[in-house]
Structure formats: structure tokens, C-alpha cells
């Protein structure tokens, strides 16, 4: 028993690390990502493009681990936590795409046939088809991940596990991702996913923080 939980202890511990680190790396993904431009923008500002983009893909399996983690912590009989980390990791793949397509194939296609003014049209409507797959992927994403960080907010707040400040927590970020769509703010773009991005992140930081110091 001793040793269970002892195991039990270290795999809460270590997924709160991977959270802490996932969140840390989603951040400074964030932070460099560079605003959109035509095509000779991307192509000046690749090297930043594919290195924001390649930080982003590292950190998807860190945060999948770590909430696996708050799975575990979080089981009852319904299994919906089980429910919410498979809704969370169609978001991560998601994420995966829309970063591969918007951050590694994008700058690699741009620099590679950005020759003469001739070819820019063409090049503007096969990368505009590019956007169009990143901006769906992007509302897989948001949606996967409020679908799961509700779910787990109100397992927080009826398990015990947590404090129960955590699940209002997340259902107030929640709420006000969806007033946000409600109100038609843009959350596909660079500004609303950092928005978004930033309020989910602080969300994570403390979850991750109180599973390496559970409560006594």
C-alpha cells in the first residue's frame, strides 16, 4: 500500500511538472509568435515562424501527460474524466496540425516559391487555403479544450480533490471564452488566441502547482 501510494504520489507530482512545463512553453510560444503579413514577410520572418511553431508542437505531449494526470485524480464512477482527456487530446492534435500547417509548411512553401511577382497570386490563394484549414483547426482546439476544462471543473468542485476555487476558476475562464464568441470577438486571430491562450494557461499554472503541493 505504502508503495502504491507512493507511485500514486510521484505520477500526481510529475504530471503537475509536465503542466507547469507545457503551460511555461505554450507561453513563450505566445510571446514570439510574430503578426501575420504577405508573403515576403513570412518569408523574412521564417526562422521565428518555425521556431515559435516548433516550441508549440514540443509542449502538446507534456500537457497531454499532465492531464492525465488530473484524469487520474479526478475518477469517479461516470468515467467523464476519462471523457474530458479524450476530448482534450483531439484538441492537441488539432493544435498539432494547425501549428505543422501554420508554422512548418507554410514558411517552407512560402520561401521556396516566392520567385517573381507573377507567382503571387497563385501563391495568395494556396495560402489562404492554408489559413482556412489553420482557422478550423483553431476552433477544434478552442472548443476541445473548454469542452474538457469544464468537465474537470465541475468534477473539481464535486470530488474534493482540489480546492474548489480551481473549478470556479476554470468555469469563470470558460464563461468568458464563450461570452467572447457570444459578443463575435475574434478568436481565431493572433490577439483573441493569446487572449484565450493566456486565460486557459494561468487556469493550468495553478492546477499544475497544486498537484506538486497538494493540499494537507
Not at 478550423?136 to 465541475?154: E, H, P, R
Request: aromatic fraction near 12%; charged fraction near 10%.
Amino acid at each position: 500500500m505504502e508503495i502504491l501510494a507512493k507511485t500514486t504520489t510521484e505520477f500526481k507530482r510529475a504530471s503537475g511538472i509536465c503542466l507547469l512545463l507545457g503551460s511555461i512553453l505554450a507561453t513563450l510560444t505566445m510571446a514570439l509568435h510574430p503578426m501575420g503579413g504577405d508573403i515576403e514577410h513570412i518569408v523574412k520572418i521564417k526562422r521565428v515562424l518555425m521556431f515559435s511553431h516548433a516550441i508549440a508542437i514540443f509542449c502538446l505531449p507534456f500537457i497531454g501527460f499532465g492531464f492525465w494526470g488530473l484524469t487520474n485524480m479526478l475518477k469517479t464512477k461516470s468515467k467523464m474524466s476519462l471523457l474530458a482527456l479524450f476530448i482534450l487530446l483531439f484538441g492537441l492534435i488539432a493544435a498539432m496540425i494547425a501549428a505543422t500547417i501554420n508554422g512548418l509548411v507554410l514558411p517552407n512553401f512560402a520561401s521556396k516559391y516566392w520567385i517573381n511577382d507573377s507567382d503571387v497570386s497563385v501563391l495568395n490563394k494556396i495560402i489562404g487555403y492554408g489559413h482556412a484549414i489553420n482557422i478550423s483547426m483553431t476552433y477544434i482546439v478552442i472548443t476541445a479544450i473548454s469542452l474538457s476544462i469544464g468537465i474537470w471543473s465541475f468534477l473539481i468542485i464535486k470530488t474534493n480533490q482540489l480546492s474548489k476555487w480551481l473549478g470556479y476558476f476554470g468555469l469563470i475562464v470558460i464563461i468568458i471564452g464563450l461570452l467572447g464568441v457570444l459578443l463575435s470577438f475574434d478568436l481565431t486571430s493572433l490577439l483573441g488566441f493569446r487572449t484565450f491562450i493566456f486565460g486557459l494557461v494561468s487556469w493550468i499554472i495553478v492546477i499544475g502547482i497544486k498537484m506538486i503541493k497538494p493540499d494537507k
